[in-house]
């Protein structure tokens, strides 16, 4: 079934260290997003990709990179994490077109910085 | 660049009540309008979307209408259940820039 995943679901890391989220999708998406969102609260864009080789940075970069290698793959890394990163990290992609045009997100990583 | 905002931040409605949730958006070029429902601990997921082509859209309790002149868009949820307590999100997009989210609605619906 097409979906979207993202691994790990939960991460606590420690202050300072590297971590990378991956995202991949079934869906043969060519557009991709990156969002940071505590619970229930507003959305914020990261980073997005229209495609393979091309990554933009949202309202929100947070001191993090994204690469688009392969169409289905596209994550996200945190080269010095802080506790202000602690929150939830949400993948999603979209369709192209009129009648395929939805944006389907992913089940999120929750991310705890101690 | 757009901006979208979203009223209330939060509704508590009675179970069978109607309930109605408004946003505004800034970028007339706009034209895809789509509202999302995040369940507790859950993704948020597609409910409904509209076209800047039409100006109502109906899907059994839920409906959203369009006004372009005015550049509001709402969501309406009839004979409202429990299992409508969430957050919505409303969204506007043209062409293929990203979707620029509303800071989202806390709907509760009591039984």
């Known amino acids: ?114 | 660049g757009e901006n979208v905002e979203q009223h209330p931040s939060t509704l508590s409605v009675q179970e069978g009540d109607s309930a109605v949730i408004k946003c505004t958006y800034s970028d007339s070029a706009s034209n895809y309008f789509p509202w999302y429902k995040q369940e507790l601990g859950k993704r948020p997921q597609l409910i409904i979307d509209i076209r800047s082509n039409v100006g109502e859209k109906k899907d059994q309790r839920i409906a959203v209408t369009l006004n372009k002149t005015a550049k509001h868009f709402s969501l309406h949820i009839t004979e409202t259940q429990p299992e409508d307590s969430a957050v919505y999100f409303c969204a506007a997009s043209k062409g293929n820039t990203p979707l620029v989210f509303g800071k989202g609605t806390r709907l509760s619906v009591i039984a």
């Not at chain 1, 933009?56 to 596209?74: A, M, N, P, Q, W």
Request: aromatic share 10%; with cysteine.
């Open chain 1, 1 to 114: 079934e097409a979906d979207i995943y993202q691994t790990p679901r939960y991460l606590v890391i420690g202050t300072g260290k590297k971590i990378t989220l991956e995202c991949s999708q079934t869906m043969g998406h060519d557009k991709m997003y990156w969002y940071q969102q505590d619970p229930g609260m507003e959305l914020h864009l990261i980073h997005y990709s229209y495609g393979v080789n091309s990554t933009e940075k949202g309202d929100l970069s947070s001191e993090s990179t994204v690469s688009r290698i392969r169409t289905e793959h596209f994550p996200l890394t945190l080269e010095s994490a802080r506790p202000s990163h602690t929150s939830q990290y949400l993948c999603a992609s979209r369709g192209e077109g009129q009648g395929n045009n939805e944006q389907f997100f992913g089940p999120g990583t929750r991310l705890t910085v101690l």
